[in-house]
Nanobody, 126 residues
């Protein structure tokens, strides 16, 4: 089992940057593919980015490709989401999630993730 705690959210102006962090408990972090999802008010949770166990493979939603970068540091049990050129439509609660089944690659569907953090709010003002 793994526990996830997100941090780094906040209020930023359009065009600005934020880096989200997700710290995982336990000594088997490298056994999990990791993902970031977001949920805006009144909308369904949507995929943002995912990274494989070794960071060999990364995946992005079209809406964030070229602006967001997912990375991980297995020695620190942490996954990051660097968000640049933020837009008001990026406003949402951002969640990290862990999947223990994918040996290669990482899932992009929320129902394939086993563990979730509590979320961190990102607000982008215009």
């Amino acid at each position: 089992q793994v526990q996830l705690v997100e941090s780094g959210g906040g209020l930023v102006q359009a065009g600005g940057s934020l880096r989200l962090s997700c710290a995982a408990s336990g000594r088997t972090f490298s056994s999990y593919a990791m993902g970031w999802f977001r949920q805006a008010p009144g909308k369904e949770r949507e995929f943002v980015a995912a990274i494989s166990r070794t960071a060999y493979s990364t995946y992005y939603a079209d809406s964030v490709k070229g602006r967001f970068t997912i990375s991980r540091d297995n020695a620190k049990n942490t996954v990051y989401l660097q968000m640049n050129n933020l837009k008001p439509e990026d406003t949402a609660v951002y969640y990290c999630a862990a999947n223990g089944n994918y040996v290669q690659g990482a899932p992009r569907k929320s129902d394939e993730y086993d563990y979730w953090g509590q979320g961190t709010q990102v607000t982008v003002s215009s």
